[in-house]
Each structure stands twice: as C-alpha cells, then as structure tokens.
C-alpha cells in the first residue's frame, strides 16, 4: 500500500488540509482492522481502481447497513463523531480532499450538520457539476492529473462563495491551539457568545458541535503518538492524566473515536491509519508529493 500527499493550490490551503492518493494492487489486507477514525475533517473522495465498502462502528443496538461507493463515483464525507470500517473490492485507488473544520463551509450549499455522520453522493450536493466532475475524473489516467481536475473542482466553488464566519473560524483555532483541552464555558467567554449561539454557529459552519470538536482533538493528539510510535509513545507527549480525568477517563474516549481500548488497538493492524500517520497525516512542507510506503 502507498499514500502519496499533495500540497493543496496556494488558493485553497487555507481551506484544504491535504490531498492524498492511496494505491495498493492487493486490496485491502484481509487481517486488517481497516478502522478510519474521526480527525475532525471532512472529506470529498473519489475511489478510481474498486468500489468502496464502509460501514460506521456504532452500538449493537444501532447498526449500520454496508454502504457501497462504486468505482467512478464522487462522495462527500460528513464530519464523523465515530469510527468507519472501510474495505474494497478490488484493487485500491483512492483520492480524498481533506478540509479544515471552521473553513470548509465555502465548499458546500447547506448547513454542514446535514452531512455529519454521512457519506452523500457528491451529485446530491452540487447537482451536475459533479456529475461531469466524476466523468473527468474516471477519463483522467494519472494522479497529478486527478488532483489537478479536483482543485479545479473545489476552487471554482471558493470562488462563488458568498458569506463568512470568522465567529466559528477562531474559535476552531482556540480549540486547536488548546489541544482541545477548552471547556465550553472557557471558550464562549472568551468568544463573547453564548453557549446556544456558539452551537449553533458550529451546526451550519463545521458540523460537530465545540464540545465534541474538542474532544476529537484531544483525542487526535493522542492517536497520531500512539499511531507513530506504538506504546511508548503513547505517553510520551504527556501523562494521560493531563489531557484526561485518568487513564479509564482516556480509555473510554480512545474506544469511542477508534472502537477499540488503547492496548487492543496496538495489539492489532491498522495498516492504512499507520501509513498516513507515519507518512505525515497533514499538510506536506513542499509543493512535491510525498510518498509513504508501509
């Protein structure tokens, strides 16, 4: 399996985290968890080689059908509070757009709450724009050649849109540069707003909730260490006990953005998630694609 990183268009890098293209001739390997875990972005995704297969990892009491995103079609991932199980059925080839919360808003016609916890058919949110964007993209045979058609794409979306909201986009960032160690409290007296408004500025602009934002961050930081460097760095940028109540305080929250408690999770393979970790996970340094073989 490779990931290979692009730096989104200088237009969009204030909106775009990263576009990436994931390849593996095999498939998916049969003993893997294939978990993808909340990172708090959404993500438009376009699979070019095999469909996709995915399911979300929710109560027994909830569970959730197989949904099928066939080869050639484009689809647009909510904000996601819970982790997905991902297959396919074929040969992988993936390209994906990652946007930031807080600035994603641009890109998409309606409140974004309406996408949380979705995986949509991107022709149901732009109409036939994205039906002839899908039709590019299956035409298209290289990668540079995809990642340049969907920047086309998402750039003449920036370009029509017509409305702000510096409101929610700093108090995204006071909850990034906090680790997402913010209580609510903290976080409207420090917006000046209250609590109501503040929710539902985030239902429109970013889709979770500052609460649940938050707690994927925190968790974020922790999975990224733990996904880079295995037990031992699961500690190492702090004692559980500074971002959490206690380590079940931890545990808890670890099971519900992974499925899985900590040690479990490491006990097992995740190849896709070490991969795009261990390759970088973010916006890359140069203009070049980067390349994270596992």
């Known amino acids: 399996m490779l990931i290979r990183f692009y730096q989104p268009h200088p237009l969009l890098r204030s909106h775009v985290s990263q576009i990436w293209i994931v390849e593996s001739p095999t498939g998916w390997p049969t003993h893997d968890l294939k978990t993808i875990v909340p990172n708090g972005r959404m993500k438009i995704v376009f699979p070019y080689r095999s469909g996709l297969l995915n399911r979300a990892i929710v109560p027994s009491s909830l569970k959730a059908d197989l949904q099928r995103n066939p080869a050639h079609t484009l689809w647009v991932l909510g904000m996601s509070d819970r982790p997905s ?24 016609p309606a409140d974004l709450r309406e996408l949380t916890n979705r995986v949509t058919h991107a022709p149901q949110v732009y109409g036939t724009a994205a039906a002839e964007l899908e039709e590019k993209l ?15 794409f998402l750039l003449d979306l920036l370009g029509k849109a017509k409305h702000t909201d510096q409101i929610v986009r700093h108090a995204v960032r006071l909850i990034q540069e ?72 931890f545990s808890r929250e670890f099971k519900r953005f992974s499925g899985l408690p900590p040690a479990a999770y490491l006990r097992k393979s995740n190849e896709f998630m070490t991969m795009f970790y261990r390759g970088g996970g973010s916006r890359p340094a140069s203009g070049r694609p980067q390349a994270g073989p596992v």
């Open 138 to 152: 299956a035409e298209e045979a290289t990668a540079e050649g995809r990642v340049k058609l969907l920047e086309g």
């Open 85 to 108: 199980m991902v297959d396919s059925d074929g040969p992988i080839g993936v390209l994906s757009a990652e946007l930031y919360p807080g600035t994603a808003w641009p890109f998409f």
């Open 178 to 249: 906090r680790g997402g160690l913010i209580s609510i409290s903290e976080l409207t007296e420090k917006m000046g707003y209250s609590q109501r408004y503040l929710a539902m500025q985030f239902d429109r602009f970013v889709g979770l909730g500052p609460k649940t934002l938050a707690e994927i961050v925190r968790f974020q930081n922790r999975f990224v260490s733990l996904t880079r460097f295995g037990t031992a760095g699961a500690a190492a940028p702090a004692d559980p006990d500074e971002d959490y109540y206690d380590q079940s305080h």
